[in-house]
């Protein structure tokens, strides 16, 4: 069975800095990219940042420079080090898991990230 399980979401001020985690379990773990999304009220799920399994690294627009995507492939685990966070930040922020070559594609429960001002 298949498991994402983000941790470190929660309350911050504008400024401030957080550190997301996703432990997985039931993959393979090297052969996966893995990315981090979010999701705001009413608007579409968006790529935050992803990491491949070669370590090649991708992040969305309004996150560069100020978020860092890294991945422990002995421990299973992919972290998003978000720092400079701005009101606009505030998301469910979701873990995802894609396979290399066969896509499958799998996803956290998600965690809030509220940023106050």
């Known amino acids: 069975q298949v498991q994402l399980v983000e941790s470190g979401g929660g309350l911050v001020q504008a400024g401030g800095s957080l550190r997301l985690s996703c432990a997985a379990s039931g993959i393979i773990f090297r052969f996966y990219t893995m990315g981090w999304y979010r999701q705001a009220p009413g608007k579409q799920r968006e790529l935050v940042a992803h990491i491949t399994s070669g370590d090649t690294t991708q992040y969305g627009d309004s996150v560069k420079g100020r978020f860092t995507i890294s991945r422990d492939n002995r421990k299973n685990t992919v972290n998003l080090q978000m720092n400079s966070l701005k009101l606009e930040d505030t998301a469910v922020y979701y873990c995802?898991?894609?396979?290399?070559?066969?896509?499958?594609?799998?996803w956290g429960q998600g965690t809030q990230v509220t940023v106050s001002s």
């Open positions: 995802n898991a894609i396979r290399d070559y066969s896509g499958e594609n799998y």
